[in-house]
C-alpha cells in the first residue's frame, strides 16, 4: 500500500566530502566563508539541508551560516537552473533599456537576479558587457545569443523554452 504523503525531496549530501573540508580548516568557524565556498564548489551550491550539519561540526548556530549564505550574493540556496539567463547590464545594454528586459524576466518567470525558478528551469544572472554591444539590449540563455531584445521578444524567447521543454516532457 502506497503512503500517502510523500516525502520531501532531499538533496544528497556527501558527508565524507564535507568532512574533509571541515577539517582542512580544523573546525574553526572563523573559516565559515571558506568552507561554505568549498561545499559550493562540490554541489553547485549550499544545500539548505547541510547547514545544520556544518552547524555542529564548527560549533555555531544554524542561524549563523544561514545568515552568511543569504547575506553574500556568492552563496546560492538552490542549484542552477537548466537554462542560464545571463543578462547584460554593461553601459550600451543598460541605454537600450537592459532595465526592462530585467522586469520583464522578473514579471515572466517570477525571479530576480541569482534565483533560479522552483522548477529547476531557469536561473537569471546579471553580468556586465557579454562583448555584443552593437547588438544591445542582449541577453545569453545557455549558449545562445538573444539580442536587440525588447520586453515583448524577451517574454517570447522564454515562452518558446518553457514550450520546448513541455514538448520535450510529453
Ligand atoms: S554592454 Fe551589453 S554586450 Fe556590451
Do not use: W
Request: proline share 6%.
Amino acid at each position: 500500500m502506497a503512503d500517502a504523503v510523500e516525502s520531501p525531496q532531499v538533496d544528497a549530501i556527501p558527508y565524507q566530502e564535507f568532512d574533509k573540508i571541515t577539517e582542512k580548516y580544523k573546525g574553526d568557524p572563523s573559516a565559515i566563508i571558506p568552507i561554505l565556498q568549498d561545499v559550493q564548489e562540490i554541489m553547485g551550491y549550499v544545500p539548505k539541508n547541510s547547514i545544520g550539519y556544518l552547524a555542529e561540526k564548527l560549533e555555531v548556530s544554524p542561524a549563523k551560516i544561514y545568515g552568511i549564505v543569504t547575506f553574500y550574493a556568492q552563496f546560492r540556496l538552490q542549484p542552477k537552473g537548466k537554462y542560464i539567463i545571463m543578462l547584460c547590464e554593461g553601459t550600451a545594454c543598460h541605454v537600450n533599456g537592459a532595465k526592462l528586459i530585467s522586469k520583464s524576466i522578473t514579471d515572466e518567470l517570477e525571479i530576480e537576479g541569482g534565483q533560479t525558478t522552483p522548477d529547476g528551469l531557469f536561473t537569471l544572472e546579471k553580468v556586465a558587457c557579454i562583448g555584443c554591444c552593437s547588438l544591445a539590449p542582449v541577453m545569453l540563455i545557455n549558449e545562445e545569443v538573444h539580442a536587440k531584445l525588447t520586453p515583448d521578444a524577451t517574454r517570447k524567447v522564454l515562452k518558446d523554452y518553457v514550450n520546448k521543454e513541455a514538448a520535450a516532457q510529453n
